[in-house]
């Protein structure tokens, strides 16, 4: 009972004891799996539906529109998008205003009282203030909603290749994201807010998409037809992009990380779309950028549309300064592994202590706030003042909020280069770092203490319960590693030390997000030095392919701590050994075209699967036949709905008067959805008969028995299935030998059902950093290593129906 | 006989009558089909095959490999991306530096004669040369190789989707491009090198992928893992990407061109390979631009990095500038779809002439050679002398080459400003109009004469027998028209006329190519200008979607007049109303796993099927089964090695002896490829067996006859297959029902199959603009607004092997 839908009853598998031995054993080789570590409780992950359930129902329903609708819905998928832009240009600016305010206001309080030599008042303040905004954000996190922990990247990425994680998407997940962000990074923590901006887009996008669900009262007809995965998938995937638009002020940048981070499929078509998205963005913030200028927006007002601004008239480089480039790129890659490496561990002891309870939660971020606190305001005392040099192109000390030279605690005409970068918003010591003719302005011991400090205070904060990004501490952290090795290189290169900061920031995204076009796009719309292009290429090359020999792509290692499973573009080795009838267990549960109520609500009840095969016998058609595939979810609506027939006959046309098209859409969010516990039936009624024809989807996608599962397992990622039938090449069989679900291509569920295959594998090559590489090696030239022979002892595994 | 393999036996059809009504009718439904219009004879175009064969042969020769030979593989594979963007990058120098040199050598001649008033030598001198360069291009075009006639864009796109028009990527395509389009372009021809470059980068790739074959005695053994479509396919879009990198020096515009607009197959990975090599590009450009500097590259060498620079300290803009962009994407969006509608007509006529004859191609080439020339030389004296302003930045009237100032005609002290963007290499003359502090110097007459000589010249030019490209026209002619925007509103609008050619240049390029990332990538990076982002998103997406209401993609358009059967990521709506059983017709061929060496002969011999199922029958198993597909190529192999056997008994591994892989590998094109014909058999041997089962794909993939066409169509592009399979429902039949292939989901092929298909569509609903969102929209709830009786009578058809 156990063969199909797989996925979907891992989350019982731990809660409740399992019927099956074979079951039992699946489960027990992956039993961390399934489960959201970080920020949330167990509970059960969902597979999404990205193929076109083609039903005679919905057939019909689609003949019976009229052109009207098709423009209603041309039009109003445009005009989300365009609202998504809208909404998110407006959120990434309110982000902004706020924390530049907030954070700015409690900086010019701290740096008066500094200024009066009032340190430990100024000490209080300063750890008040951020002890308050964490707890506060921590609070609503941890009470509210503990999906909106964490940058939120690792769970739309994941929805985005069909894991439908419980409540990433809610209205409430939402507002404690925004929020929560404010004041997180508004109280100096290590936390950037570019992960949360995509959560928030992906969010808004998906709540857009189902304004017209009856939960919060907001029904319109005209977004009827977005409720499906399949939209759905594409808005979430606009609003990604849009995230990252408004985060970095970077549109082209935005809709490529969605690209190549976040999409599992793409199409020219959606391209446009996520275009047109982000370009909705830009006009948004460049109009109240504007607006800005004048003034009016506080202490906001200072950063143009490019945030790092570090245009130069003539970047001069040449040859001699290519060996410092590959430099930063080994180096960088080295960190960023390292840095992925640290933070998986540490996300994991956190998830020992979140493990506990909420209290234990809440105080972890308020440790981290106050250890946070005394570094920032201890650190700068180590650091020894330095005279203002005399040619300097701003006041010094600086007396206010930003700029170059903090005074701390330096007498008049000195200033404190370690407080410059360390007692000021993340973002304005980026732009220190990355700032021309500062050459000098920096000393080794203060960028190498900034640089230790850094990169530890960004691990350790990552996981605590507040939502919390990476892109800015890692380009923060990368940018004062540059400006070091900048400073060893000295007057042997032709580059400035806040070119290096560049080059190092791009080296360590490089190194830990590994990703290429979009950071480098990414880059470009921060610092507006195009010159620089073909450098920060060659620095992120090099970085990844480095980074790329120790570990993975520090979203992929969060996404498997929280037991996601995702879909990999890549075929696994070992998997050309196998066949799908080698994956494919239990006994199948089938229907037949007319169907007992009691043997659905019988089925339905003791199963959890979500798709099962229905084929017609003798009576209805000469041999067995398989007609199709029917959802759960519309067996619940046939039986909700009560459409039975008092006898097996067929019934035709009928049935399309007692439903209409709105019955069987998807309801928004996973609690929403009807359960088979919450149906009642008469002892008649379960006796009567459904016929399930007109509701089933008579086109599903198939594979043979004797399919490598390799070969499988491409047909089911590319075009984006939730369940895969299997049927056998001999013909006098049952039509359909078994299901294939996302679980059963998972290479933990496969290792488990055949432990000898690594040892197999690992004999005759090495598998672990050539994987990638080499599984394209074997789609080139096919491979099989292993022998047929072990395989053949799993065929009895399945057979007809029982 | 004609079931499976349709798009191979097309070029066939032409020639040569076929044997079933059946297939001749329809063949008859598009006899224009699969011809190759410009610049090439009557081809049969060949389907690529990227699914992996995965037969026991090759997975032994998998099986028997060492560690040492993967790492061989990645080792080469980004060896082979990195020489591929050093070669192309040295290939668009050296194009650069040779146009540059020989068009403004030409330009100083004349210049100089000019200036001694000596007007007809000079008008001799300029028609002269332009007439032996444009001579000379047609020449070596239309005699050595038509195939590297036009942009080439259009092949390497279909080339990328799965379709092979022979000879496009052998070397005398590759040499005759490179110097066709240095000739052409130094010729003052109305042409653009950038989609030559594209295809020299795709050609350089798939030589490079391909230097071991044994025609040109290169053979190196680390090589032969790339001889397949996969890896091909690879190093072709890394290729592509590559050509536009050094044609615009644009390095990531490139990799999103290559993506957004040349590849039907998207992969991650893929993206970091194109990325890699279009950072060597960038490298190699860097640095020998870098060498420029010093003078030694005579007249070229004013460029930098950024071909156009328009930067500007502060972009000023506000809301009282969008109506203005609006205006300039609505007009651009009109104007590129009509520019798209006379370059369909145009290319259609020169299609009648072309057809002629060599001598009819090079007549119009020279012809419009001359013609150019004339309007060239001539429309300057339509426009009046204008007086030196006085506070010009440059020498004026300048005297040399480039420079805003021609003096031309004019008297000392005053310039032609006509002929400073007419008389001039096309680069600069986009400089000029991209340049700021120049809205006086134009008038406006002479910018309305240079728009609509751009406009003409550019469609007139494309279609003749050399290679041209279309960007830099396209380019061009939309910067005069913006500038003539520009001039329109005048002071109304903060943006310098400069900035308004280049949103007008935009917005062509969006209603001519319908890109939008990689085209906003492109002009960035072309025009170095961060802070009009906004503005150029806005005006793209505006031009597009003005433009998508009339007419297609230029690219499009241009295949579609080629006849290539290039598979759209969209599916037709009517196709959700058929199921496979309805297209797939005539007899199926199948072959039992061991079977007689006559039958296999007399099948290759009259058929031209490339694949072929392969079934077990009872005296090898109890019922028949689907035992795998083989490959007509495999066939001949097998054939041509005499591996035979006297009786028909399986032989188990004996096989594997008398084959390498080696033999089993695609050639390199397909001339190359070895024919049925060659290959001598005795009597005695034609009366001998074949064990098949060795050498056949056991893991083909399968649709149930049941299946709908639409979601057939999905699994055939997404996945890159040639052949899918058809097995049928009830299972007491043949195991397998037929074959698909490329030209069964061709649109019409299908309605040539079922004519009556799109009048029910355009009863129900709009079918022409509407075409693709409505796809989608049917997709999300699917659609069948015909009747399956009308499918029902083809079931008839197909049956079981016969």
């Not at 992009?241 to 490529?256: N, W």
């Not at 959805?673 to 089933?696: A, G, N, Y």
Request: proline share 4%; with cysteine; glycine share 8%.
């Amino acid at each position: 009972m156990s063969n199909n839908a797989a996925a979907e009853e891992e989350g019982d598998s731990v809660t409740r004891p399992l019927l099956l031995p074979l079951s039992l054993r699946r489960s027990s080789s992956n039993a961390t799996s399934q489960l959201a570590i970080v920020g949330s409780n167990l509970c059960p992950i969902e597979s999404l539906d990205y193929e076109i359930i083609e039903n005679d129902f919905l057939k019909q329903d689609w003949r019976s529109r009229s052109k009207s609708q098709i423009c209603q819905y041309i039009f109003m998928k445009w005009m989300l998008c365009f609202l998504i832009g809208i909404v998110v240009g407006l959120i990434g600016f309110t982000n902004n205003l706020l924390v530049e305010n907030i954070a700015g206001m409690k900086f010019v309080v701290t740096s008066n009282m500094m200024l009066a030599r009032k340190f430990w008042a100024a000490f209080f303040v300063f750890s008040t203030s951020n002890f308050a905004l964490t707890l506060f954000a921590s609070l609503i996190t941890v009470l509210i909603s503990p999906e909106a922990a964490g940058s939120g990247i690792p769970e739309v990425k994941a929805y985005l290749n069909g894991v439908d994680a419980p409540g990433i998407f809610s209205l409430r997940t939402l507002v404690v994201k925004i929020v929560g962000s404010i004041c997180a990074v508004s109280s100096s923590l290590h936390i950037g807010k570019a992960g949360p901006m995509v959560h928030t887009g992906a969010c808004v996008a998906a709540l857009l998409g189902q304004v017209g669900s009856k939960k919060y009262g907001l029904t319109w007809r005209w977004l009827r037809y977005f409720k499906n995965d399949r939209d759905r998938r594409d808005l979430v995937t606009c609003g990604s992009a849009a995230g990252i638009a408004a985060a970095f002020r970077a549109p082209v940048g935005g809709v490529l990380f969605a690209f190549e981070e976040m999409a599992s499929w793409w199409r020219s078509a959606l391209l446009w779309r996520a275009f047109f998205t982000t370009a909705a963005v830009a006009i948004v913030l460049r109009a109240l950028i504007d607006f800005c200028y004048s003034g009016k927006c506080g202490l906001f007002g200072t950063g143009g549309l490019i945030m790092f601004d570090v245009t130069s008239e003539s970047v001069s480089y040449h040859l001699g300064d290519v060996p410092a480039v590959i430099l930063l790129g080994v180096i960088g890659g080295i960190l960023g592994s390292f840095y992925n490496f640290l933070l998986d561990k540490v996300l994991r002891i956190y998830n020992l202590v979140n493990g506990k309870g909420r209290i234990s939660k809440i105080l972890i971020a308020c440790s981290i706030s106050i250890f946070t606190s005394c570094l920032l305001f201890g650190l700068p005392w180590l650091a020894s003042c330095q005279a203002c040099p005399t040619d300097a192109s701003e006041p010094c000390p600086t007396i206010g909020r930003s700029g170059n030279y903090k005074k701390f605690q330096c007498p008049p005409g000195h200033y404190n280069d370690l407080a410059s970068l360390i007692f000021n918003t993340n973002d304005d010591a980026i732009r220190n770092l990355f700032s021309k003719n500062t050459d000098s302005e920096f000393h080794v011991s203060s960028i190498l203490i900034f640089f230790t400090a850094c990169f530890f205070l960004s691990i350790f904060s990552y996981g605590i319960a507040v939502p919390s990004g990476l892109f800015v501490p890692v380009i923060l952290t990368g940018a004062s590693y540059g400006r070091f090795i900048g400073m060893l290189f000295g007057s042997r290169s032709n580059l400035n030390h806040g070119l290096f900061a560049v080059l190092g920031s791009a080296s360590l995204l490089g190194g830990s997000m590994r990703m290429t076009v979009s950071l480098c796009v990414i880059i470009l719309e921060l610092t507006n030095n195009l010159l620089l292009l073909p450098l920060i290429m060659l620095v992120l090359l090099i970085s990844k392919t480095v980074a790329d020999a120790f570990n993975g792509n520090i979203y992929d290692i969060i996404m498997r701590l929280k037991g996601f499973p995702y879909l990999e573009s890549h075929v696994e080795p070992y998997m050309r050994q196998l066949t799908v009838s080698d994956v494919v267990t239990g006994p199948l549960q089938l229907f037949h075209g007319i169907e007992k109520v009691s043997n659905i609500v019988h089925v339905l009840k003791t199963t959890r699967h979500n798709g099962f095969p229905v084929i017609d016998e003798p009576p209805l058609s000469e041999t067995p036949i398989l007609f199709g595939l029917i959802l759960r979810a519309h067996l619940i609506t046939l039986l909700k709905k009560k459409a039975f027939l008092p006898n097996p006959m067929t019934t035709g046309i009928d049935a399309f008067d007692q439903f209409t098209a709105g019955d069987f859409q998807k309801k928004g969010s996973l609690g929403n959805s009807d359960k088979i516990e919450d149906i009642d039936l008469s002892q008649e009624e379960m006796e009567m008969f459904v016929d399930l024809h007109p509701f089933t989807n008579a086109s599903p996608y198939t594979v043979v028995e004797t399919m490598s599962l390799a070969k499988a397992l491409i047909l089911f990622r590319e075009v984006g299935l939730r369940h895969l039938l299997v049927i056998p090449t001999i013909s006098n069989r049952s039509p359909v030998a078994g299901i294939l679900t996302r679980h059963d291509f998972m290479p933990e569920h496969v290792l488990g059902l055949h432990p000898l295959l690594p040892k197999m594998a690992k004999a005759g090559l090495v598998v672990c950093n050539f994987r990638l590489a080499w599984s394209r090696f074997s789609q080139a030239t096919p491979s099989q290593f292993g022998t047929r022979l072990l395989a053949s002892g799993h065929h009895a595994d399945f057979s007809g129906p029982n």
